[in-house]
């Protein structure tokens, strides 16, 4: 069936058409409540009636037969086989789609949907449908299935636009899309290397939606040279050009270059590589004296021994901790966080460019900070022997760790001394040193906290991270694995508890009437029951067993068993990286359900306001409440609780990606070395292979084991050879050849050894 594109009906047609609709969706919404109501015996007709109701008024929910009986309310045995009966014979006719034995949907072919279209550069684009508002027979809202759009079919609609489409005929039992129309243009900037002709240019791209060069005019190059990496803005693809047409935003420099290459990775998600003047001006017009009016109104820490534990390279000492002894054995351990929000005013141009950022970015050999340098390295940093405002918890503990009282107040502190992690774990390890009666005392306490949040359910995720030694130029010259030692987890425990004595502060108290307050939440949902199983599905071919169903204690206790039995086997990293990947993500919302993987009921994010914005949003709503002020509107907040969750997930890529980028530097001279490794990924175009010594993953693609024809087994994460059944499993040991390191790609190709 041949689609055409229809003229745009005017706006009196518009109405017209939807005043039918609406007329029409009235009528049907009746039918399906008054057929809810009752439990009378309905005839055949109004029972298939009621039933097509339920389905055009939720178009996008899958039914079985016992849930579109509840839907119309439908009780009698006898009408519930009638009910599945009609359902079978409304597939046959093609009124519904059997989506699943059993379970059906209504056929949407012919219909128009809006949406948005995912491209992709190797053809395979998907349309995604509107989420609609009505819920699903569970109770759910149903999360739309995407819908294949073939290439001929996108009229040139680019990745993340609003488009409209025609559902047409199936291919292989699946309904596909037409674009029809593009509604609405999404930000489109492309990062790739120029190749500049004598009057145009083209910019050749790896980006993963795009697999057209797009082409620049002579005009448009802004000074770019062939191989020259840059920042290109798509302004037109005219119906019947084979490429887009750019204009170079920014050119970032000769590719190979390393600071072209990280600055290249920033962009590539969309993240700024440096400040906006009139944000430093800001920052610097920012008074730095600490007037007696501040002093007169916080609680003075001056005093008191009190030290930063941060990395060998930080400049933004965010966090400090007190201690001091009081009477009867117990102890007062302040946690004092920099007091951003004190310099930092709502409405700003440095509190707007913070919220668009959200996050302070950390890639391989460099640090985008969230805040101005004059902020976040000196004005707010808490350095030893300078006075600072801070906002703190501070903790009455006996020698159990047991807390006693609490308080959440704003101080003012000098820091005594600044301390590296590795100085820290000196002093822990050899018992002398600046401070070191106090460092392990906190030391002490802080592993009575953590063994009894593992006794509560936390989970204990304790991985190691990949860093690089790298020369002034950035060049990888080695790879080693960062831990976490007891300096670190005492940082770790006392951070934790602050964070979750603010959000209880919050949360357990109630506002006028009894309702809660708004306030910032870090949540962490109970894990996928699905993929859970599947996880312990796998860990049974290494002879270990978890437990997937019991308590939320027995689960996790399980979990911590089957990570500390794995604890210096082959197949520690993969096990972990696997229990990582089968736990939900980590989100902010002012809806609180608790914090999963931390066994918290309250949790929140308070401790590092200089380089996360949701602790800047946690510290004003503190003094706000504190001073009597009401409940902020929860939409607006929560939206910004999805904006900074996004940002996160952007800054976690691009961590990612520098890491990947730094490893394929670090294997380029090392093509034709033979490597041991394990098997970290099965996919149906080949074995990813993680190496043992330095963590690097590349790939062996499909087409090159050759002794066999190789089929995907998705459901045993291995791949079979047809003839002589030789097996490739996740997990496998494996020994490989290193064949080809692609730097613009960031990708690595092995072959079996």
Same mark, same amino acid.
């Given at each position: 069936?041949?689609?055409?594109?229809?003229?745009?009906?005017?706006?009196?047609?518009?109405?017209?058409?939807?005043?039918?609709?609406?007329?029409?969706?009235?009528?049907?919404?009746?039918?399906?409540?008054?057929?809810?109501?009752?439990?009378? /015996?309905?005839?055949?007709?109004?029972?298939?009636?009621?039933?097509?109701?339920?389905?055009?008024?939720?178009?996008?929910?899958?039914?079985?037969?016992?849930?579109?009986?509840?839907?119309?309310?439908?009780?009698?045995?006898?009408?519930?086989?009638?009910?599945?009966?009609?359902?079978?014979?409304?597939?046959?006719?093609?009124?519904?789609?059997?989506?699943?034995?059993?379970?059906?949907?209504?056929?949407?072919?012919?219909?128009?949907?809006?949406?948005?279209?995912?491209?992709?550069?190797?053809?395979?684009?998907?349309?995604?449908?509107?989420?609609?508002?009505?819920?699903?027979?569970?109770?759910?809202?149903?999360?739309?299935?995407?819908?294949?759009?073939?290439?001929?079919?996108?009229?040139?609609?680019?990745?993340?636009?609003?488009?409209?489409?025609?559902? =047409?005929?199936?291919?292989?039992?699946?309904?596909?899309?037409?674009?029809?129309?593009?509604?609405?243009?999404?930000?489109?900037?492309?990062?790739?290397?120029?190749?500049?002709?004598?009057?145009?240019?083209?910019?050749?791209?790896?980006?993963?939606?795009?697999?057209?060069?797009?082409?620049?005019?002579?005009?448009?190059?802004?000074?770019?040279?062939?191989?020259?990496?840059?920042?290109?803005?798509?302004?037109?693809?005219?119906?019947?050009?084979?490429?887009?047409?750019?204009?170079?935003?920014?050119? +970032?420099?000769?590719?190979?270059?390393?600071?072209?290459?990280?600055?290249?990775?920033?962009?590539?998600?969309?993240?700024?590589?440096?400040?906006?003047?009139?944000?430093?001006?800001?920052?610097?017009?920012?008074?730095?004296?600490?007037?007696?009016?501040?002093?007169?109104?916080?609680?003075?820490?001056?005093?008191?021994?009190?030290?930063?534990?941060?990395?060998?390279?930080?400049?933004?000492?965010?966090?400090?901790?007190?201690?001091?002894?009081?009477?009867?054995?117990?102890?007062?351990?302040?946690?004092?966080?920099?007091?951003?929000?004190?310099?930092?005013?709502?409405?700003?141009?440095?509190?707007?460019?913070?919220?668009?950022?959200?996050?302070?970015?950390?890639?391989?050999?460099?640090?985008?900070?969230?805040?101005?340098?004059?902020?976040?390295?000196?004005?707010?940093?808490?350095?030893?022997?300078?006075?600072?405002?801070?906002?703190?918890?501070?903790?009455?503990?006996?020698?159990?760790?047991?807390?006693?009282?609490?308080?959440?107040?704003?101080?003012?502190?000098?820091?005594?001394?600044?301390?590296?992690?590795?100085?820290?774990?000196?002093?822990?390890?050899?018992?002398?040193?600046?401070?070191?009666?106090?460092?392990?005392?906190?030391?002490?306490?802080?592993?009575?906290?953590?063994?009894?949040?593992?006794?509560?359910?936390?989970?204990? =995720?304790?991985?190691?991270?990949?860093?690089?030694?790298?020369?002034?130029?950035?060049?990888?010259?080695?790879?080693?694995?960062?831990?976490?030692?007891?300096?670190?987890?005492?940082?770790?425990?006392?951070?934790?508890?602050?964070?979750?004595?603010?959000?209880?502060?919050?949360?357990?108290?109630?506002?006028?009437?009894?309702?809660?307050?708004?306030?910032?939440?870090?949540?962490?949902?109970?894990?996928?029951?699905?993929?859970?199983?599947? =996880?312990?599905?796998?860990?049974?071919?290494?002879?270990?067993?978890?437990?997937?169903?019991?308590?939320?204690?027995?689960?996790?206790?399980? /979990?911590?068993?089957?990570?500390?039995?794995?604890?210096?086997?082959?197949?520690?990293?993969?096990?972990?990286?696997?229990?990582?990947?089968?736990? !939900?993500?980590?989100?902010?919302?002012?809806?609180?359900?608790?914090?999963?993987?931390?066994?918290?009921?309250?949790?929140?994010?308070?401790?590092?306001?200089?380089?996360?914005?949701?602790?800047?949003?946690?510290?004003?709503? +503190?003094?706000?409440?504190?001073?009597?002020?009401?409940?902020?509107?929860?939409?607006?907040?929560?939206?910004?609780?999805?904006?900074?969750? !996004?940002?996160?997930?952007?800054?976690?890529?691009?961590?990612?990606?520098?890491?990947?980028?730094?490893?394929?530097? =670090?294997?380029?001279?090392?093509?034709?070395?033979?490597?041991?490794?394990?098997?970290?990924?099965?996919?149906?175009?080949?074995?990813?292979?993680?190496?043992?010594?330095?963590?690097?993953?590349?790939?062996?693609?499909?087409?090159?084991?050759?002794?066999?024809?190789?089929?995907?087994?998705?459901?045993?994460?291995?791949?079979?050879?047809?003839?002589?059944?030789?097996?490739?499993?996740?997990?496998?040991? /494996?020994?490989?050849?290193?064949?080809?390191?692609?730097?613009?790609?960031?990708?690595?190709?092995?072959?079996?050894?």
């Amino acid at each position: 069936m041949k689609i055409t594109r229809k003229k745009k009906p005017t706006s009196a047609g518009k109405q017209s058409r939807r005043n039918d609709r609406d007329t029409r969706g009235n009528k049907k919404k009746k039918a399906a409540q008054s057929a809810h109501h009752g439990k009378r /015996i309905l005839k055949k007709d109004a029972l298939t009636r009621a039933i097509l109701d339920t389905f055009q008024l939720n178009p996008r929910t899958i039914y079985n037969y016992k849930q579109i009986a509840k839907a119309i309310g439908v009780e009698a045995q006898v009408q519930k086989l009638q009910t599945a009966e009609i359902l079978r014979s409304l597939a046959d006719d093609d009124v519904l789609t059997e989506t699943d034995p059993g379970r059906y949907r209504l056929n949407r072919i012919g219909e128009s949907i809006t949406g948005i279209f995912r491209r992709r550069s190797n053809g395979r684009h998907a349309f995604i449908p509107d989420t609609p508002a009505t819920d699903n027979a569970d109770g759910d809202a149903p999360t739309p299935e995407p819908i294949n759009v073939d290439d001929r079919n996108t009229a040139h609609a680019l990745d993340g636009d609003r488009v409209r489409v025609q559902l =047409f005929k199936r291919r292989r039992g699946e309904p596909e899309a037409e674009v029809m129309e593009v509604l609405e243009r999404a930000p489109h900037t492309y990062v790739g290397r120029l190749e500049v002709s004598k009057n145009y240019a083209f910019l050749v791209t790896e980006d993963r939606t795009l697999s057209n060069d797009i082409f620049i005019p002579k005009a448009a190059l802004q000074g770019g040279r062939t191989g020259d990496k840059a920042i290109v803005r798509i302004v037109e693809w005219p119906e019947h050009a084979s490429n887009p047409t750019g204009e170079v935003v920014e050119v +970032l420099g000769r590719a190979g270059d390393n600071d072209t290459e990280m600055h290249a990775i920033l962009a590539e998600y969309g993240l700024p590589t440096r400040y906006p003047e009139n944000v430093e001006k800001a920052a610097r017009r920012i008074p730095r004296e600490i007037t007696a009016e501040d002093l007169a109104e916080r609680e003075d820490f001056r005093e008191v021994t009190t030290f930063t534990i941060d990395p060998k390279d930080a400049k933004d000492f965010d966090d400090a901790l007190s201690i001091r002894r009081l009477t009867d054995g117990r102890w007062e351990v302040g946690v004092h966080i920099a007091d951003v929000t004190h310099y930092v005013k709502p409405g700003s141009v440095i509190d707007k460019e913070a919220y668009e950022r959200a996050t302070s970015v950390y890639l391989v050999d460099r640090t985008i900070p969230m805040l101005p340098e004059c902020l976040s390295n000196d004005l707010c940093s808490l350095r030893p022997d300078e006075e600072k405002l801070t906002f703190s918890v501070v903790f009455e503990m006996n020698e159990e760790a047991d807390i006693l009282a609490s308080r959440i107040v704003r101080t003012v502190i000098r820091s005594d001394r600044r301390f590296t992690y590795d100085e820290a774990q000196e002093a822990i390890e050899t018992g002398s040193g600046d401070f070191c009666e106090e460092i392990n005392t906190l030391d002490r306490l802080a592993k009575k906290l953590r063994e009894r949040r593992f006794a509560q359910g936390a989970i204990d =995720f304790d991985r190691y991270e990949v860093k690089f030694e790298i020369d002034d130029k950035g060049r990888p010259l080695s790879v080693y694995f960062k831990e976490s030692k007891d300096a670190n987890k005492l940082i770790e425990e006392f951070m934790l508890i602050a964070n979750r004595t603010v959000a209880e502060s919050v949360g357990k108290r109630s506002g006028s009437r009894g309702a809660k307050k708004t306030f910032v939440y870090r949540i962490h949902e109970q894990p996928d029951a699905e993929k859970m199983e599947t =996880f312990a599905t796998f860990v049974r071919r290494f002879g270990y067993k978890l437990k997937t169903d019991g308590s939320k204690n027995e689960i996790t206790r399980s /979990i911590n068993r089957l990570l500390d039995d794995a604890k210096g086997r082959p197949e520690e990293n993969l096990i972990e990286t696997l229990a990582v990947r089968s736990m !939900q993500k980590a989100r902010y919302s002012t809806e609180n359900i608790g914090h999963y993987g931390l066994a918290f009921a309250y949790y929140s994010h308070f401790t590092s306001p200089i380089r996360r914005y949701p602790d800047m949003m946690a510290h004003r709503l +503190l003094v706000r409440y504190a001073n009597g002020g009401r409940s902020v509107p929860k939409d607006a907040c929560e939206e910004e609780c999805d904006h900074c969750s !996004q940002m996160e997930q952007l800054a976690a890529n691009a961590e990612r990606a520098s890491i990947k980028y730094k490893q394929v530097e =670090f294997m380029s001279d090392k093509i034709g070395q033979v490597f041991d490794g394990v098997i970290s990924g099965v996919t149906e175009w080949g074995l990813y292979v993680e190496l043992n010594d330095n963590k690097c993953e590349g790939l062996v693609p499909m087409r090159d084991l050759d002794d066999d024809f190789y089929e995907f087994d998705e459901a045993n994460y291995a791949l079979v050879g047809r003839r002589r059944h030789r097996t490739y499993r996740l997990g496998d040991p /494996i020994t490989i050849t290193v064949e080809h390191a692609n730097l613009e790609r960031k990708q690595l190709d092995f072959r079996l050894a």
